[in-house]
């Protein structure tokens, strides 16, 4: 099979033309393909001439290597369609390795393992995603927080209300096994040739509940409710864990094989396993808040003349700037038709995030802007001193925000001139618990606020208007990732062996896709059973 890439095609192409162009720079007749794909599809807005570019799968009548080498063309090159080759299992104990949480990480780790016939036991201490859909509603409505069922705890992980978007920026080939797996289960078919693919949450619920039915099928057990709370350690090795329900009753497992996949907010466990000695260190994390703007004043300024295009989905941003003497600054998860939602998980607290359905049809588009936080930032030499930041930021916004789960909020005019903001301007804010307009700079840190405000008049010049004084910005944004990273070795174990980190949670990953493919590599290693 020939990949042939960078293929540019006008917004009102057919599959037809697609295949011709490609045949074209093949140098051969379209007669002489005999199947054709899209791999891959993106839009290019850089200029006025907004197009279309694609990466083409090709079968050819004839010696497809000869033809390569003749045409000697970099965009040009072989491959092999890509399957997924499941690990052999070596495991000799009895008994059934543990995956605490089922968010991206531990999802796909349960379901490699029962594929492979070891009926892992999974426990997650939220609810199943119904009735944690439920709750966090009743938490935007009502202002009441269930502290172990909301956007950080619950079936499919924080990941489940966002915009589920799959970009990564990692080239691990398991990448096309976990898109492969997800249209399996329910996503959108057009994930997989998509440069920049999401789901949207309103499909990711289907898609979290059809793999764990698959994983339930196959002899799996998933405790919704239940907390893993402790670790039963000997001679330097996993024996068994401890796990409480929503009840209280704690139980003792035995197991030789722990997948801690639990998260970038469960404080609680990460400070368990460091009382028991496990190897960690601090690490970077983000800091910001999140801007509204328009959508369509968003897909004006991206797409120019060619907005309003049918072909044209809602558009999006991406940006990164290093500011003069400041550090660098750069948008993430931007939610284009989306909405800023109240994503906390601990009472008296204020954590923001963006989420989008898969139509992204709502009337304001949402970025992160952050700041790199680094460890001499962090207020002591511990290793959980990372956790206490984020939590001083997120008890001052609660407070700022007036104690009901309100958050602060600036518009970037008053932002850039460091006034507080009294009142909403043009651009209505989509935060899920409502705003108090004030002045963000109070809650978050000094560093980050002069980065944020060079950023914005820098971005200004790359989307013109980005920096308008009516956007909003609510804060804070402060779980990007996690701010400790759990060591682990070659065989993907910590010190005390049998004890796989896996995720955002474990430092290893930074998003779904990447959290995803960190649980099936830690799942494959649980299977070759090293130690």
Avoid at 408 to 432: H, M, Q
């Amino acid at each position: 099979m020939l990949r042939v890439s960078e293929v540019k095609m006008s917004l009102d192409s057919t599959f037809p033309e697609l295949v011709e162009k490609t045949a074209k720079v093949l140098k051969i007749s379209k007669e002489n393909i005999l199947k054709a794909e899209i791999y891959r599809r993106s839009v290019d807005c850089r200029s006025d001439d907004v197009h279309f570019v694609y990466t083409v799968d090709v079968t050819v009548d004839g010696d497809e290597e000869k033809l390569k080498n003749k045409l000697n063309n970099p965009k040009i090159t072989t491959c092999e369609k890509y399957v997924y080759a499941m690990p052999q299992n070596k495991r000799k104990n009895k008994y059934p390795p543990i995956v605490a949480g089922f968010g991206p990480a531990g999802m796909f780790a349960a379901l490699i393992l029962a594929r492979s016939g070891c009926e892992p036991i999974v426990v997650e201490r939220g609810t199943d995603i119904d009735t944690r859909t439920g709750d966090v509603l009743n938490f935007w409505k009502n202002r009441v927080l269930n502290v172990s069922s909301n956007i950080q705890y619950g079936e499919g992980g924080a990941g489940t209300f966002s915009d589920g978007k799959l970009t990564t920026g990692i080239k691990d080939s398991r990448c096309r096994f976990i898109f492969e797996e997800f249209v399996k289960h329910g996503a959108p078919e057009d994930i997989l040739v998509n440069a920049k693919p999401h789901i949207g949450t309103d499909n990711l619920k289907n898609v979290v509940k059809n793999i764990r039915e698959e994983i339930l099928s196959l002899g799996g057990k998933i405790f919704f409710e239940t907390a893993l709370t402790d670790v039963i350690v000997a001679n330097g090795y996993i024996q068994g864990v401890t796990v409480t329900d929503k009840n209280g009753r704690k139980t003792d497992i035995e197991t030789d094989a722990l997948i801690v996949s639990i998260g970038h907010s469960a404080r609680d466990t990460v400070e368990m396993l460091h009382s028991h000695g496990i190897n960690m260190m601090r690490k970077p994390f983000s800091v910001g808040a999140r801007i509204e703007h328009p959508q369509e004043f968003i897909n004006e300024r991206q797409y120019g003349k060619f907005n309003g295009h049918p072909a044209l989905k809602p558009a999006d941003y991406k940006m990164a700037c290093h500011p003069p003497h400041g550090r660098g600054a750069y948008t993430f998860c931007m939610c284009p038709g989306g909405t800023v939602v109240c994503a906390s998980s601990a009472e008296g607290e204020i954590v923001t995030n963006g989420m989008s359905e898969y139509a992204r049809d709502k009337e304001n588009a949402n970025a992160a802007i952050l700041v790199g936080i680094d460890p001499e930032d962090f207020p002591d030499g511990s290793v959980m001193s990372g956790f206490d930041l984020q939590q001083q930021i997120e008890r001052k916004a609660f407070e700022m925000g007036g104690g009901d789960y309100s958050a602060p909020a600036t518009l970037v005019g008053d932002f850039l001139e460091g006034r507080t903001s009294t009142k909403i301007g043009s651009v209505r804010p989509s935060f899920t618990t409502g705003v108090n307009m004030s002045d963000i700079s109070k809650c978050l840190p000094k560093k980050v606020t002069d980065t944020m405000r060079d950023a914005l008049r820098q971005m200004d010049r790359k989307i013109n208007g980005f920096a308008m004084k009516d956007a909003v910005l609510t804060a804070p944004e402060t779980r990007s990732s996690s701010p400790v990273r759990i060591l682990r070795d070659e065989f993907l174990q910590t010190n005390i062996r049998g004890v796989f980190p896996s995720g955002e949670g474990a430092g290893y990953a930074g998003g779904i896709v990447s959290a995803a493919v960190d649980g099936v590599k830690c799942a494959e290693a649980v299977l070759a059973d090293e130690s």
